[in-house]
């Protein structure tokens, strides 16, 4: 099982321009990163806004920290379709 942990309001990385998961410009002095791996060894995976940083507080709020999520349905993400149009 893939263990993430959020680090809500982290320096901001001047490389990263948007968050991963709403596309949403990231401006300031902070964000939030999405690590992954376990405590002391974890790399940060993502770049995210805050915004989406309280949807997976709240998410965490709703089923607790030990949720495992499964995806279902066929729904088109922008952000992967995006990279199969570039690489034609
Ligand atoms: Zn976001």
């Given at each position: 099982?893939?263990?993430?942990?959020?680090?809500?309001?982290?320096?901001?990385?001047?490389?990263?321009?948007?968050?991963?998961?709403?596309?949403?410009?990231?401006?300031?002095?902070t964000?939030?990163?999405?690590?992954?791996?376990?405590?002391?060894?974890?790399?940060?995976?993502?770049?995210?806004?805050?915004?989406?940083?309280?949807?997976?507080?709240?998410?965490?709020?709703?089923?607790?920290?030990?949720?495992?999520?499964?995806?279902?349905?066929?729904?088109?993400?922008?952000?992967?379709?995006s990279?199969?149009?570039?690489?034609?």
């Open positions: 099982m893939t263990l993430v942990t959020l680090h809500r309001l982290a320096p901001a990385d001047p490389n990263a321009t948007t968050c991963r998961l709403c596309d949403t410009p990231i401006s300031g002095t964000q939030d990163d999405l690590l992954v791996g376990q405590p002391g060894v974890a790399e940060v995976r993502a770049v995210i806004c805050t915004r989406c940083g309280d949807a997976l507080v709240r998410l965490v709020e709703v089923c607790g920290n030990q949720l495992s999520v499964l995806i279902k349905g066929d729904v088109l993400v922008s952000g992967t379709t990279k199969k149009s570039a690489s034609s």
